[in-house]
Nanobody, 118 residues
């Protein structure tokens, strides 16, 4: 059974940084991604890593960096220059092979809350 556990969220001032972690157990996936959901908004794609290639939503490009530690089966999201509009619950998921913007699993973990104050 696959389990994905997110951590690392918190409260930070605008311009600050946070590093999120997603620990996977059960199996390893070639493509992993981060998504976020702000209050009263749809969940949206944030970043993906497919083997060593990385992809980002336009809204976070240049500020966020996704990376992975295969030995730990963990994916990270380094978030710099945070803005109040980055406030959301952040989730990780494996990604569909055909479309790295889409999650592989319908179920989600508990996520980790990121709150950016102005």
């Amino acid at each position: 059974q696959v389990q994905l556990v997110e951590s690392g969220g918190g409260l930070v001032q605008a311009g600050g940084s946070l590093r999120l972690s997603c620990a996977a157990s059960g199996r390893t996936f070639s493509s992993m991604g981060w998504f976020r959901q702000a209050p009263v908004k749809e969940r949206e794609f944030v970043a993906a890593i497919k083997w060593s290639a990385t992809y980002y939503a336009d809204s976070v490009k240049g500020r966020f960096t996704i990376s992975r530690d295969n030995a730990r089966n963990t994916v990270y999201l380094q978030m710099n220059s945070l803005k109040p509009e980055d406030t959301a619950v952040y989730y990780c998921n494996a990604l569909q092979i055909s479309d790295y913007h889409k999650p592989l699993f319908d179920s989600w973990g508990q996520g980790t809350q990121v709150t950016v104050s102005s």
